[in-house]
Nanobody, 124 residues
Framework: QVQLVESGGGLVQAGGSLRLSCATS????????MGWFRQAPGKEREFVAG????????YYTDFVKGRFTISRDNAKNTVYLQMNSLKPEDTAVYYC?????????????????WGQGTQVTVSS
């Protein structure tokens, strides 16, 4: 059974930073792409960032480029999302997801495994 557990969310003022972590277990971590998605109240879940199996390729949605950084440590079976210059519109529940293969996808359907989510709230 694949399990993903996010941590690191919380309340932060605009302009601040948070680092989300996602610890995985249940299968070989290094062979699969990982992604971060988020869902704000009343909105659909959206892609935030993704990283391929090696960590050599990363992808970001436009509204986080230059502010967020995704990374992974295959030795620790963990993926991270460093979030800087946070804005109130970044407020959402952030989900870690594990892909079914080594390639990054921006589509939630490509990720069969999901964490429970962690709340990020940015105050103005």
């Amino acid at each position: 059974q694949v399990q993903l557990v996010e941590s690191g969310g919380g309340l932060v003022q605009a302009g601040g930073s948070l680092r989300l972590s996602c610890a995985t277990s249940g299968r070989t971590f290094s062979g699969y792409a990982m992604g971060w998605f988020r869902q704000a109240p009343g909105k659909e879940r959206e892609f935030v960032a993704g990283i391929d199996w090696s960590g050599g390729l990363t992808y970001y949605t436009d509204f986080v480029k230059g502010r967020f950084t995704i990374s992974r440590d295959n030795a620790k079976n963990t993926v991270y999302l460093q979030m800087n210059s946070l804005k109130p519109e970044d407020t959402a529940v952030y989900y870690c997801a594990a892909a079914g293969n080594s390639r990054v996808s921006r589509t939630s359907g490509a990720y069969p495994y999901w964490g429970q989510g962690t709340q990020v709230t940015v105050s103005s």
